[in-house]
């Protein structure tokens, strides 16, 4: 990379301060700030870099998925961010309604409807709260990383300045700035279809829902007067990915899909996008790091993006505050991209056959009749609703049984009951279990695991509520499980 990348004239540190910081989040959305609150929890509140002056109000995602749901409430955040569906939903896969999430949903709700700016305002409330640090207008312009730090340079309101930090991390977008500064690749499968969204006035009633004809696809939501369109146009991507979209384009895209007029007026928050699924080579390239849409992007089918990089703010959070604090096991910060990029790929992957089946070909018509129909199986439909929800992560954490989602527990203490879930709000790993020879090994660690005791099968829970380890196993199995995750039992104090 040229050296001129990193060059601002005339820098004045003072509109920042020289001093080092720990974490520096790059990027202000629903991610970002997630992150912020899960470093903020830990004891490590970040700086968090928003390039936008004020927050853009626009929700491009606006579906939480069960697994997020489930994260979210183990914080203390579901109640706030939407609006709760439980038991059956039905859902899509490749537009065709025939999933129900319900039977995979497990505990809590199936879906929430939750406007990503809406969530992105609680999540930012909840990181202030525990001490972030969030500087809106400022827009990193260079990076530079060696063995000890991370020296960025920024544009703010007042002028550029370097800030300089321990780690940094990406959450700002497909486009990341952090992701190429750092030289991080980013590959995979380029766009063949092009899609446009926007809201507009319709000046006569349409059919709401998805259409999909022989020559593409059609989005209504509302139907009549103020309402949002998409198009998905599967004659080519877009000859200017960057090019304004201006309602006749719109328009004419729409009408082609329908093969009919459609009047418009009124148009606001016009959008073009394709359907490239990218990833990053690697979640962590020293100490960079890359989270988001910064780390993956694919189509929109399944509202899944959202849901996969708010689980990377969960996963990553405490695992880097473990570094910053001091007392990190070797290979945790690497367990990062270890566990979470499996997930995205595999997103990646469903995505892709989503398009696929979505061709508006006539020739792809029994094959999406065949398929509607194998989405009629209980095995199929928990299949891809688990894939869908997210519900069936699992990470290998090196012990048989363990790396899912601990459900949540009803727990009988001595104090009175408690649920799993409540005692997750602290953000601190948990042992539970009542054996002897158990609590023994776990008190080692007592500064750092909490344990609770109450007659129940034994497990120890990550701050992120996955197991990293279960019964059946013993005290030399647990020893190794909590080294693996939390380190030294006697180191205390952050280097």
């Not at 002056?53 to 995602?61: F, I, L, M, N």
């Not at 530079?144 to 309101?157: E, N």
């Not at 092009?194 to 999909?212: N, Q």
Request: include cysteine; glycine fraction near 12%.
């Amino acid at each position: 990379m040229p050296d001129e990348t990193f060059r601002v004239a005339e820098v004045d540190t003072s509109v920042a301060g020289a001093a080092m910081v720990d974490v520096v989040v790059v990027g202000g959305g629903p991610v970002g700030m997630l992150l912020a609150a899960e470093l903020a929890l830990q004891g490590t509140p970040p700086v968090v870099l928003e390039r936008l002056p004020t927050p853009s109000g626009e929700s491009k995602a606006g579906t939480l998925h069960a697994r997020t749901a489930q994260t979210l409430n183990r914080r203390g955040l579901l109640d706030a961010v939407g609006r709760s569906s439980y038991g059956s939903v039905r859902f899509h896969f490749s537009g065709m309604f025939e999933l129900d999430l319900g039977t995979v949903a497990g505990e809590g709700p199936t879906l929430v409807g939750s406007p990503q700016a809406r969530a992105e305002q609680i999540f930012a409330d909840r990181a202030t709260e525990l001490g972030a640090e969030i500087r809106r207008g400022h827009e990193v312009a260079g990076l530079a990383q060696d063995a000890d730090r991370v020296t960025l340079t920024v544009h703010g309101p007042a002028g550029p300045y370097e800030l300089t930090a321990r780690y940094v991390v990406g959450t700002d977008g497909a486009r990341s700035a952090v992701r190429r500064l750092a030289g991080i690749p980013f590959t995979g499968t380029k766009a063949g279809v092009a899609a446009l969204m926007g809201e507009v006035r319709l000046l006569d009633p349409l059919p709401g829902g998805w259409h999909r004809t022989s020559r593409g696809w059609l989005m209504i939501w509302g139907g009549y007067g103020h309402s949002r369109i998409g198009t998905y146009d599967f004659r080519g991507p877009h000859p200017d990915r960057e090019a304004p979209v201006t309602m006749e384009e719109l328009r004419s895209t729409a009408e082609h899909i329908a093969g009919r007029p459609i009047r418009m007026a009124e148009p606001r928050t016009l959008t073009r996008y394709g359907d490239a699924a990218l990833q990053a080579e690697t979640y962590r390239l020293g100490r960079v790091l890359v989270a988001g849409d910064a780390a993956h992007v694919h189509f929109p089918w399944g509202g899944q993006g959202l849901n996969t990089g708010l689980e990377d703010a969960a996963n990553l959070g405490w695992k880097l505050a473990a570094h910053v604090r001091g007392w990190a096991p070797d290979g945790l910060l690497d367990s990062y991209h270890d566990e979470r990029y499996p997930v995205a790929a595999r997103v990646l992957w469903n995505v892709r056959a989503q398009t696929a089946l979505a061709d508006p070909d006539p020739r792809i018509d029994p094959l999406r009749e065949l398929f509607a129909d194998l989405m009629g199986l209980d095995q199929v439909n928990d299949y891809l609703g688990s894939m869908i929800s997210g519900t069936g992560t699992a990470y290998d954490v090196g012990h048989p049984g363990a790396g899912r989602l601990v459900p949540d527990l009803e727990l009988t203490t001595a104090g009175g009951v408690v649920t799993l879930v409540e005692l997750l709000r602290a953000g601190r790993p948990l042992f539970l279990g009542d054996r002897d020879d158990l609590l023994d090994v776990v008190a080692r660690w007592a500064h750092r695991v909490d344990t609770v005791e109450v007659s129940c099968e034994p497990i120890l829970v990550r701050p992120d509520g996955y197991a990293a380890w279960s019964a059946p196993g013993d005290a030399s199995t647990l020893r190794t499980a909590l080294y693996r995750w939390f380190g030294e039992p006697d180191q205390v104090t952050a280097n």
